[in-house]
């Protein structure tokens, strides 16, 4: 079946660092890639998206490149900052499965 | 994007008692809603898939006489926690995709402390 391995948390950063979550999945057909993130107390929001091999999702200085080859979905910012601090989740989608397959999910830390 | 509400985003209720949680989409129809549960710390677990209209199809071992959901409006679900337990308490969260949109959008969580 479809799945998610995201790499474990917490992920502790001071603010400006490089931020890498690695994403792998395995999935049957061709799935959509996604990166959600959850501030605290609060529920999720799409952060970026790809559809297709190749394709780079970007939003607030974040990216994710759909890697096909190597079934990636890594999501990176070149600085972060103190207010970018929540859980983020990856995720895959296939019409055959009709639903979203989530990672575990990242805890990132920044620290000023 | 697309917007999805949860009312109430809090709520404490005394064991035994029901509970109703709303989910609506905003700006858009909701043909599929989702719901969750968020136990600290972990992942997102899918209790249940519902289709506008249709009877919802529950994951394996979620309990569809305790949670009760409905799904009567295209902008519209309920999920109804029957005799809430203490061990019910947990952060639930509701997802919403239209007809032709491949991308979910969640509201913001309820909160249940069952006392």
């Known amino acids: 079946g479809d799945s998610v391995t995201q790499m474990e948390g917490p992920v502790t950063l001071s603010e400006e660092a490089f931020l890498t979550i690695n994403c792998t999945y395995t999935?049957?057909?061709?799935?959509?890639l996604f990166w959600y993130v959850q501030y605290p107390g609060e529920g999720l929001q799409l952060l970026l998206k790809?559809?297709?091999?190749?394709d780079k999702g970007s939003n607030k200085g974040f990216e994710a490149t759909y890697r096909k080859e190597t079934t990636s979905f890594h999501l990176e910012k070149g600085s972060v900052q103190v207010s970018d601090s929540a859980v983020y989740f990856c995720?895959?989608?296939?019409?055959?499965?009709?639903?979203?397959?989530f990672g575990t999910g990242t805890q990132l830390k920044v620290e000023l | 994007g697309a917007v999805v509400s949860q009312h109430p985003s809090r709520v404490i209720c005394k064991s035994g008692t029901s509970v109703k949680i709303e989910c609506r989409s905003l700006d858009f129809q909701a043909t599929t809603m989702f719901w969750y549960r968020q136990f600290p710390k972990q992942s997102l677990m899918l209790m249940a898939t519902?289709?506008?209209?249709?009877?919802?199809?529950?994951e394996q071992g979620v309990e569809k006489d305790k949670f009760l959901i409905n799904h009567a409006s295209l902008t519209l679900s309920t999920l109804t926690v029957t005799s809430a337990h203490p061990e019910d308490s947990s952060f639930y969260i509701c997802?919403?995709?239209?007809?032709?949109?491949?991308?979910?959008?969640f509201g913001p969580g309820t909160r249940l402390l069952v006392l």
């Open positions: 790809a559809t297709k091999a190749d």
């Open positions: 995720a895959l989608f296939t019409g055959g499965g009709n639903k979203l397959t």
């Open positions: 997802s919403a995709r239209g007809g032709t949109m491949e991308t979910q959008y």
């Open positions: 999935a049957t057909g061709y799935p959509s």
């Open positions: 519902s289709n506008e209209g249709s009877k919802a199809t529950y």
